[in-house]
């Protein structure tokens, strides 16, 4: 020990002395100066690891993920024709309901069903879904027409007269 330091005291490493016995870690990763673990060229120089998804090769000079390039890997979408699809069946069972409401027509009872069928098909089966939305129009048209018809015949009849036919 030195004489300037009181006892007790451990004297400081001297620089030439070497790593003390219980020291840092080693860092982690490869020796410096060698390859990183994955591609060469990819992510920071000698990390060895590609870019995050989204972001560019050389850096990280854009932020957050890059859209616009397609759908990510994994990520389900319907087709065209599906969504469409998908969008008549809506409109239909949509319309149906109102009509029921309205109406309470057996047949638009049925063309609501058949509606709801569709939109649980689309997904699975596209013709089946093609006939069951075909079948709700059909049943929608053909409820309108046949509340136009008996509407006529109503009126035809006399029953919205003054007298009625059933007062005559």
Excluded: H, K, N
């Amino acid at each position: 020990m030195s004489e300037q330091q009181g006892e007790g005291v451990p004297e400081p490493p001297r620089p030439d002395a070497g790593p003390p016995a219980y020291g840092t870690p080693p860092p982690y990763g490869p020796p410096p100066g060698s390859p990183g673990y994955g591609p060469p060229g990819y992510g920071p120089p000698g990390s060895g690891y590609g870019p995050p998804y989204g972001y560019a090769q050389y850096g990280y000079a854009q932020y957050g993920p890059q859209y616009g390039y397609g759908v990510p890997y994994g990520v389900w979408q319907r087709s065209p024709e599906a969504t469409s699809l998908r969008t008549q069946a809506i409109v239909g069972l949509v319309v149906s309901a109102v009509l029921v409401l309205l109406c309470c027509s057996p047949l638009l009872i049925a063309s609501a069903i058949t509606a709801g069928i569709a939109l649980g098909r689309v997904d699975q089966d596209l013709d089946s879904a093609r006939r069951l939305v075909r079948w709700t129009w059909g049943l929608v048209i053909a409820s309108v027409v046949l509340m136009v018809v008996l509407l006529a015949v109503l009126i035809g009849a006399g029953a919205f007269s003054a007298g009625g036919a059933a007062g005559a």
